[in-house]
C-alpha cells in the first residue's frame, strides 16, 4: 500500500470536487434530508430517529455507488489506469484512493447527521466512535461494490442509470429509515446481502442489541469480501 | 535501449495491430510516426505494460515487458494518447498526484509541479480547475507530468496534438531538458525532424522504414516535390517527385515544387517513384 500515493489521491479526487462544488453536498443531501422530514411528518416525530440514521448511512452509501460512474467515467473517458499503470502504485492503492476520496466529499454530510443525532439526543456522545467504525465499513463494502457494478461496463452512459438504480435500491428498500424489526425474519435475512442492512440493525439497536454480534459479523464479511472481489476485477494491465 | 522481437498483438475482435515487429531503438529520442490505425498506440501501451502482447518479445533497457513488469513500472513513464484530465481538478493537482504515484513525497510532488507546470507554460493557471483551459492547455498538463517525473525512459504518445505553434515549441524545448530515454509518437513531420535521432516508421502494424532524419531522406535525395501533377493522388492532389535538375522545366507549368522533408518520406512508403 502506497498510503501517500492513497492521500494524495483523495484530496486529488474529493477534495477538489468540495472545493470547488460545495453546493454538490446539498444535492447528496437533499434525498435523505426529505425523507427524515417525510418520516417525522407521518409517524408524528416517533420515527425521527430512523430517519437521521437511515439518512446517515444513506449518505455514505450513496456517494460511494456513485463510484459506479466515476470509475467507469476515469477509466474509460479518461484514462485514469492507463496513465497510473507506469507507476508505483496498483488496483488496491487506487481503489482506496476512489474510497477515501468518496469519504471525503461525503464527510460534511456525516458531520451534520451526527451533530443532528446527538442534539436530537438519538446517540450518546460515546457511540460516535463505534458508529464512524460502521460508517467506514459500509464505505469500503458499498464503494467495492460500486467498482464491481462498473468494472466490466464498456460505456460510460450505461453507469449513470446504475448509479441510481442501485442509490435507491441501497437506501430505499432496506431498514435504513425504518425500524428493521417490523420486517418478517426472512426478508430481513434476504435484505443482509446489501451492507447498508447490518449497519442499519447495528446502529438502530443502539450498538448492543441482540442481534448486533451477528451483525457485525455479517458486515465484517461482506466487506472482505467484496472488497476482495472489487480487487480481482479492477483491470490494471489489459490482455 | 528498446529492443522488441516479432512482437505481435491481435485484439480479441481479430484485429491485427502489430504484425511481428521486430527493431532496436537506442537514440535520445525516437519517433514513431505512422498512418492513423498504423499501431503507435498499441506498440507504445504495450511497451509501457499497459496492454499484453500475444506473442513476442520486447526490452527495454534490459528489462522483458513481462518477466520484469514490475520493475520496469518504476523506471518508466507514459502518458497515453488519450489521457484527459478530470474537469474539476487543477493542473497542479493532477501533475502533484501523479508525482505521488511515482514515488514522490507530497511536498516534493507539489514543488516539481509548480516547476514542470511553470516550463510548459502553464504558470499562470496552475489553480484553475482545467474545465475551463484550452485543449491545448489541457494535453500541456500531461506533457508537464512527463517531465517532471524523472524516469529513465518516457513515452509519449502524440503530445503534441492540439498545439499552436508556438506551445509546440515551447513542449519540444521541455522535452529535450528531459534527461530520459523518450520515445514520441507524432504526426507532426517537422516535430520528428527536429526532436528525433532515430525515427520509426510503422505501416499496419509492420516497420516501413528505420532510421535517422538523412538516412530516410536518402531514397528521394537530389528530387524536389511537384504538386499539381503525376500519379500519387492524395485526396484531390497529384503529386510526384522530380529530380531537381529537371524541375526548372516544370516552372511554367501550373505546379507547385515543394523541397523533401519527412512527409515525402512517409508519402512515398511503399509507392513506386518514377526515376
Ligand atoms: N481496443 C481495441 N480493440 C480492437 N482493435 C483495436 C483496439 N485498439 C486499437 N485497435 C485497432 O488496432 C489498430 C492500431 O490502432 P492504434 O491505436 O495502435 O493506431 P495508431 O497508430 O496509434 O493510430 P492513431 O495515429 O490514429 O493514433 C487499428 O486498426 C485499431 O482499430
Ligand atoms: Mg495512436
Redesign the pocket.
Known amino acids: 500500500m502506497n498510503l501517500k500515493f492513497i492521500l494524495t489521491f483523495a484530496w486529488f479526487y474529493g477534495w477538489s470536487g468540495l472545493k470547488r462544488g460545495p453546493v454538490y453536498v446539498l444535492s447528496y443531501l437533499s434525498l435523505p434530508l426529505s425523507l427524515l422530514l417525510l418520516v417525522f411528518i407521518i409517524s408524528r416525530g416517533e420515527l425521527l430517529s430512523y430517519g437521521i440514521i437511515g439518512g446517515m448511512i444513506a449518505v455514505v452509501a450513496s456517494n460511494a455507488l456513485s463510484l459506479v460512474s466515476d470509475n467507469a467515467f476515469f477509466k474509460l473517458e479518461l484514462r485514469m489506469i492507463d496513465l497510473l499503470v507506469a507507476t508505483e502504485v496498483g488496483p488496491v492503492d487506487y481503489m482506496i484512493g476512489l474510497m477515501l476520496g468518496d469519504l471525503v466529499f461525503s464527510f460534511p454530510g456525516i458531520v451534520l447527521y451526527i451533530i443532528l443525532g446527538i442534539i436530537l439526543k438519538v446517540f450518546p456522545l460515546i457511540e460516535i466512535p463505534p458508529i464512524f467504525g460502521v460508517l467506514i465499513l459500509v464505505m469500503f463494502s458499498t464503494s467495492s461494490l460500486g467498482i464491481i457494478t462498473s468494472s466490466r461496463l464498456k460505456h460510460v452512459r450505461h453507469s449513470w442509470g446504475l448509479s441510481s438504480f442501485l442509490s435507491i435500491v441501497f437506501t430505499i428498500i432496506p431498514p435504513l429509515y425504518y425500524p428493521y424489526q417490523i420486517l418478517p425474519k426472512i426478508i430481513l435475512y434476504i435484505l443482509m446481502a446489501t451492507p447498508v442492512t447490518p449497519a442499519s440493525v447495528i446502529v438502530q439497536s443502539g450498538l448492543d442489541g441482540p442481534s448486533t454480534m451477528s451483525s457485525v459479523a455479517v458486515l465484517l464479511l461482506e466487506t472482505a469480501l467484496f472488497t476482495i472481489c472489487a480487487r480481482y476485477l479492477t483491470q490494471w494491465e489489459e490482455k | 535501449m528498446i529492443e522488441t522481437f516479432e512482437l505481435t498483438k491481435r485484439?480479441?475482435?481479430g484485429?491485427i495491430?502489430l504484425n511481428s515487429l521486430t527493431m532496436k531503438l537506442d537514440s535520445k529520442i525516437s519517433c514513431l510516426i505512422?498512418?492513423?490505425?498504423?499501431?503507435?498506440?498499441?506498440?507504445t501501451r504495450i511497451l509501457s505494460t499497459q496492454l499484453k502482447p500475444t506473442s513476442g518479445k520486447a526490452v527495454i533497457n534490459g528489462y522483458d515487458i513481462e518477466r520484469d513488469r514490475k520493475t520496469l513500472r518504476k523506471k518508466i513513464t507514459s502518458i497515453p494518447?488519450e489521457a484527459k484530465p478530470m474537469g474539476i481538478a487543477s493542473p497542479l493537482e493532477h501533475v502533484t498526484m501523479y508525482l505521488t504515484a511515482k514515488g514522490m513525497s507530497f511536498r516534493d510532488a507539489v514543488r516539481e509541479a509548480k516547476v514542470a507546470l511553470e516550463a510548459v507554460g502553464l504558470g499562470e493557471v496552475i489553480d484553475k480547475p482545467t474545465d475551463e483551459l484550452s485543449g491545448g492547455m489541457k494535453r500541456k498538463i500531461f506533457v508537464a507530468m512527463a517531465i517532471s517525473s524523472n524516469t529513465d525512459v518516457v513515452f509519449l504518445d502524440?503530445p503534441t496534438t492540439g498545439l499552436d505553434p508556438i506551445s509546440r515549441m515551447e513542449v519540444w524545448s521541455a522535452v529535450r531538458e528531459i534527461r530520459s530515454k523518450i520515445l514520441l509518437?507524432t504526426?507532426y513531420m517537422e516535430e520528428a525532424q527536429e526532436l528525433c535521432g532515430q525515427i520509426a516508421i510503422?505501416d499496419r502494424g509492420k516497420l516501413r522504414g528505420l532510421g535517422t532524419v538523412n538516412e530516410l531522406l536518402e531514397p528521394l535525395k537530389g528530387k524536389v516535390r511537384v504538386e499539381g501533377m503525376g500519379d500519387i493522388i492524395i485526396g484531390k492532389t497529384r503529386l510526384s517527385y522530380v529530380d531537381k535538375t529537371k524541375a526548372s522545366e516544370l516552372l511554367d507549368k501550373n505546379v507547385t515544387l515543394k523541397p523533401i522533408t519527412l512527409e515525402d518520406v512517409f508519402i512515398t512508403m511503399g509507392v513506386e517513384i518514377e526515376s
Do not use: F, I, V
Open positions: 485484439y480479441d475482435d484485429t495491430a505512422g498512418r492513423n490505425g498504423a499501431g503507435k498506440t498499441t506498440l494518447q502524440e509518437t504526426h510503422l
